[in-house]
Nanobody, 114 residues
Framework: VQLQASGGGLVQPGGSLRLSCAAS????????MGWYRQTPGKQRELVAS???????NYGDSVKGRSTIARDNAKKMVYLQLNSLKPEDTAVYYC?????????WGQGTQVTVSS
């Protein structure tokens, strides 16, 4: 299983970003996809997760400002981040959970700064 995250970058406060994660080497249905983020010295935290039928769950830090979506045919998961704040600065990772196994992508840096 390979996960390739992309879409990070530098954005001004109040701006938006769309992160993408491409999965390969896996049957995409029947799993949970998630986005997590991590800053130095802190534990990785859940940003959002989504199951195969599209039902989503959001972490408190981004609730109301983000949308997670998946395209099962393309084996993609997306994270739309809006109204970004400096405290959203982190490395964002995608994760696939399937049959008790977790697989992580390499992470993409999001920096929110003026």
């Amino acid at each position: 299983v390979q996960l390739q995250a992309s879409g990070g970058g530098l954005v001004q406060p109040g701006g938006s970003l769309r992160l993408s994660c491409a999965a390969s080497g896996v049957i995409f249905g029947g799993n949970v996809m998630g986005w997590y983020r991590q800053t130095p010295g802190k534990q990785r935290e859940l940003v959002a997760s989504i199951i195969s039928n599209g039902a989503a769950n959001y972490g408190d830090s981004v609730k109301g400002r983000s949308t997670i979506a998946r395209d099962n045919a393309k084996k993609m998961v997306y994270l739309q981040l809006n109204s970004l704040k400096p405290e959203d600065t982190a490395v964002y990772y995608c994760k696939l959970s399937f049959r008790g196994q977790d697989y992580w992508g390499q992470g993409t840096q999001v920096t929110v700064s003026s």
